[in-house]
């Protein structure tokens, strides 16, 4: 479900600013990683008070990107985001096209979130209840909210339908063919109810008992490259895609619009991260268009 104010759309003459607010938990991480799929120059977290900053420098030259997206949400000083209307307006002098894009979700599914993923949230450092800190937040970010051109309400999508409704609210034209999601998980907190593919990485060599290793994750070059190196891993990787790479363009149907592909292992950090990253890559260089990563203990 979702709210609309206005018509953002990217347009051939005006770049384009997004800027991405709401809840903690809502998929804001989602949405700034679908925009950057979409070529999209995106920003977390930036501070409220540099975005007019931030787009002069960006914004400007021969090359520059056409199409920002920025984070800006309760991890700002919340007196800064009383002023967000004027830095906005400040940025449409500057001769962009700015769209504030808020994120909501009912607190019950943020409190279903948290436990599932045992993540703190922001406002976690006041020493107040996790239900505290998620009215607290809902109160600093009301103006925002009122302030907002498009509300998604995120409640009942899985991350497949957040990237669609972000893409269709937006009208940044996502192709509409298969969908496909590589997930990353830790057993030890199950296994993601929308998987369709789940494969268990337990079987491989582990990072973690590396002392210099541990701290990184698959994301990281050091781990990726002992990963790489190790003769199970890369048997692993070759039959896992080639399962993929078979069975896949199969599921192309008329009824069918996503498909999630799930990694597992003990934490969740090393080598199920590893093969996600590894597996996108893959489905990407063969031509997928629609291709997300999620790593579920890490994002």
């Not at 120059?41 to 090359?63: I, M, Q, R, T």
């Not at 599914?109 to 800190?133: E, N």
């Not at 070059?221 to 990787?237: G, I, M």
Request: aromatic share 8%; net charge negative.
């Amino acid at each position: 479900m979702n709210e609309s104010v206005g018509e953002p759309t990217t347009n051939d003459t005006k770049p384009v600013l997004l800027v991405v607010s709401g809840m903690s938990g809502s998929g804001k991480s989602v949405a700034l990683k679908t925009f950057e799929d979409l070529d999209f120059y995106c920003v977390d977290n930036l501070p409220a008070e540099l975005l007019a900053s931030f787009v002069h420098s960006v914004a400007e030259g021969d090359g520059a990107p056409r199409k920002l997206a920025v984070g800006i949400d309760v991890r700002n000083r919340h007196g800064d985001l009383a002023s967000l209307p004027q830095w906005l307006s400040e940025v449409g002098t500057m001769g962009l096209d700015p769209k504030l894009v808020f994120f909501d979700t009912r607190d019950e599914i943020l409190l279903k979130r948290y436990a599932d993923t045992r993540r703190r949230h922001p406002l976690s450092h006041l020493g107040l209840a996790l239900a505290d800190a998620i009215a607290l937040e809902r109160q600093v970010l009301k103006p925002l909210r009122a302030l907002a051109d498009v509300i998604i309400d995120t409640s009942d999508l899985n991350v497949h339908q957040l990237r669609r409704q972000v893409t269709t609210d937006l009208n940044l034209g996502l192709d509409a063919s298969l969908s496909l999601l590589f997930e990353s998980f830790a057993y030890r907190r199950g296994v993601p109810s929308d998987a369709d593919f789940v494969f268990d990485a337990r079987v491989l060599p582990n990072p973690h008992w590396d002392p210099r290793l541990r701290p990184l994750s698959g994301r990281d070059r050091e781990v990726a490259d002992y990963l790489a190196a190790q003769p199970d891993v890369r048997e692993y990787v070759t039959q896992v895609t080639g399962f993929l790479d078979h069975w896949l363009p199969r599921m192309r149907t008329d009824t069918r619009s996503y498909v999630t592909v799930a990694f597992g292992c003990t934490g969740g950090r090393h080598r199920s991260v590893y093969l996600t990253e590894t597996l996108a890559a893959h489905a990407r260089e063969a031509g997928w268009p629609d291709v997300a990563t999620y790593h579920r203990e890490l994002d």
